[in-house]
C-alpha cells in the first residue's frame, strides 16, 4: 500500500481497526502523522520552551519563603521581579524515579524515566514531553522541534547534551553553534531545491541498504546485540522521518531575515563569553519562534559535565565544579552569582517575548516557558525540591504571580540555613508533589490529548485559568 493510500485509508477510519467484533485503538503511527497541515480556522499557534540549568542551584539563595501570591522573590530571582505576573515558582517538586539517581538528571528532566544509571549497556531512556507537543504542533512547522545546547550532539549515556528523547527513547542531536543554527533554520539549500532532492534521495537509498543489511544481520546476533542494533535503526528511522519532512517543505521558501536581525548569527561566538553566547542562543529561539520555523524548542545552557565559567562577573570555575562546594560559603557564594547571572540571561529572554507581538499578543502570551534543573543539590547530586519556574502561556489558558510550595503549603517559615537545604532536596516533603504534574499541563495545553505523563497524578490547577 502506498504513502498516501495508507494515510487516507488509517485516518478514514479513525485510528481503529474492528474485527471479529472487537474495536481496537492503533497506536500513533507515521502514516496517521500528515507531513504538513494547515493550521484550522481561527487557530493560533501553541508554543513550548524549555531552559535546563546544570547541576543544581545555591538553595539558600534560590527559595521562595513565602507561599502564594505577593511573596518576596529570592536574592537569586530577583533579576525577574518585573515579570513576577508572568511565572509561577514551584518548590518542592521531584521525579519519583529520579529519586537517588546522581548522573542522569538531565537525561530524564523531561522524560520522568527511571534509568539504570549504573549498566551504560541497559540505558533505555522513554519520549521527552516536548516530542509529544512537536508530534501535535510539529506538522504546521518545517521543523517539528528545535534541540539546542551549549554541547553539540547527545553526549553519553548518563550524560547527555540533549534534553529530546524520540518516542523510542534515542536521544535527538542538540545543536551548540548559533551560526549553523540560523543558517540551517533560514538558510537557502545549497545547489536549490532540486539538489536537496536529490541529496535526499541518496540519502533514502542509503537508509534502505541500513535496513536491508540489518534485517540479515540480527538474525545472528545474541540478545544484547540485538538490543543495541535496534536501537541504532530506531535512530535510523529518526532521520527517515526528518529526511521526508525536508522534502515536504523543499517548494515552500523560507522566511526573509532583516540583514539586522541576521547579522549577529553570522559569526561564531565564543563560550569562553558566556553571557553573549547565552544571549545569542536566547535570540536566535525568538527568531525561530517568531517566524514559526519551529513551536517546540528545548535549550541546555549547561549540562551536567559541561556548564560554562562565566569570567564577566569573575567566576573561572565550571558550574560543575562550583556545584561541589561541599558547604564552602565562598564557593556557595560564586553559585549563587551564577545563578543570578542565569536568571538574568533568563530575564531578557522574556523581555524579548514580552515585546513581540503574535497576532495581537505578546509572544510570550502564547509560548510556555519551563525553566529549571533536574538536580537541587549538586554536591551530593540530591533531587528533590527542584528549582523549577513556568513562565508565559496565558493567552493558553495559564496563570501566574504565585509561589506554589509542595514543602510548606501552609506558610511555615524557612531558616534557609545550610542543613535545612539539605533536608528539602533529600527527600520529598510531597509524594504527589511531581514535576511530571506541571509537563502533563503544558501537554493539554498544547493540545495534546493526554490524561497522564509517566508517573502524573493529575495537573497543577492552580495554573490553570
Not at 27 to 45: C, I, N, S, V, W
Not at 242 to 259: E, M, N, Y
Not at 276 to 287: A, S
Not at 342 to 369: C, H, N, W, Y
Amino acid at each position: 500500500m502506498s504513502n498516501i493510500l495508507s494515510q487516507r485509508w488509517l485516518l478514514d477510519r479513525r485510528h481503529f481497526l474492528r474485527g471479529a467484533g472487537a474495536t481496537v485503538a492503533l497506536p500513533l503511527l507515521d502514516a496517521m502523522t500528515p507531513l504538513r497541515a494547515a493550521p484550522a480556522a481561527g487557530e493560533k499557534p501553541r508554543r513550548s520552551v524549555f531552559v535546563y540549568i546544570p547541576n543544581g542551584v545555591n538553595g539558600m539563595a534560590w527559595q521562595v519563603t513565602k507561599p502564594g501570591r505577593g511573596y518576596d522573590l529570592s536574592p537569586s530571582l530577583k533579576p525577574l521581579e518585573k515579570h513576577r505576573d508572568d511565572f509561577t515558582v514551584f518548590s518542592g517538586l521531584h521525579h519519583p524515579n529520579g529519586l537517588g539517581q546522581a548522573h542522569v538528571c538531565a537525561d530524564t528532566w523531561l522524560t520522568g524515566a527511571r534509568i539504570d544509571a549504573q549498566n551504560a549497556r541497559k540505558y533505555e531512556n522513554t519520549v521527552s514531553c516536548d516530542q509529544l507537543m512537536a508530534e501535535v504542533a510539529g506538522v504546521q512547522t518545517r521543523f517539528p522541534s528545535l534541540e539546542l545546547s551549549i554541547s553539540s550532539g547527545t553526549g553519553q549515556p548518563g550524560n547527555s547534551t540533549t534534553l529530546a528523547f524520540s518516542r523510542d527513547g534515542v536521544p535527538l542531536p542538540a545543536e551548540d553553534n548559533p551560526r549553523h543554527v540560523f543558517n540551517r533554520l533560514f538558510g537557502e539549500e545549497a545547489g536549490g531545491a532540486a539538489a536537496q532532492r536529490a541529496r535526499l534521495i541518496k540519502r533514502r537509498s542509503v537508509l534502505d541498504a541500513v535496513h536491508d543489511d540489518a534485517s540479515a544481520l540480527r538474525r545472528e546476533l545474541g540478545a544484547d546485540d540485538r538490543a543495541k542494533l535496534d536501537e541504532y535503526l530506531h535512530s535510523v528511522r529518526d532521520v527517515e522521518q526528518r529526511a521526508a519532512r525536508l522534502d515536504a517543505w523543499l517548494t515552500v521558501p523560507k522566511p526573509k531575515i532583516d540583514p539586522k536581525l541576521a547579522a549577529p548569527f553570522q559569526r561564531d561566538v565564543s563560550k569562553a563569553q558566556a553571557g553573549e553566547y547565552w544571549r545569542t542562543m536566547f535570540d536566535l529561539i525568538v527568531l525561530a519562534l517568531r517566524t514559526d520555523m519551529t513551536r517546540v524548542v528545548t535549550y541546555m545552557n549547561g549540562s551536567e559535565g559541561n556548564g560554562l565559567a562565566i569570567p564577566e562577573i569573575g567566576i573561572t570555575q565550571a558550574r560543575h565544579n562550583l556545584s561541589h562546594h561541599n558547604g564552602d560559603p565562598v564557593v556557595l557564594d560564586r553559585l549563587a552569582k551564577s545563578d543570578a547571572f542565569l536568571t538574568r540571561m533568563f530575564a531578557g529572554f522574556l523581555d524579548q517575548l514580552k515585546s513581540i507581538q503574535d497576532g495581537g499578543e505578546p509572544l510570550l502570551d502564547r509560548t510556555m516557558v519551563l525553566f529549571g534543573s533536574g538536580m537541587s543539590y549538586g554536591h551530593s547530586h540530591a533531587n528533590s525540591n527542584l528549582p523549577i519556574l513556568l513562565a508565559g502561556g496565558r493567552g493558553l489558558g495559564l496563570k501566574h504571580g504565585q509561589h506554589l510550595d509542595y514543602n510548606h503549603p501552609k506558610g511555615h517559615a524557612y531558616t534557609l540555613g545550610y542543613e535545612e537545604w539539605m533536608g528539602l532536596c533529600g527527600r520529598p516533603r510531597d509524594d504527589k508533589a511531581r514535576l511530571s504534574n506541571v509537563m502533563l499541563t503544558m501537554l493539554q495545553k498544547m493540545g495534546v490529548r493526554t490524561e497522564k505523563f509517566v508517573d502524573s497524578t493529575g495537573a497543577v490547577s492552580e495554573v490553570t485559568a
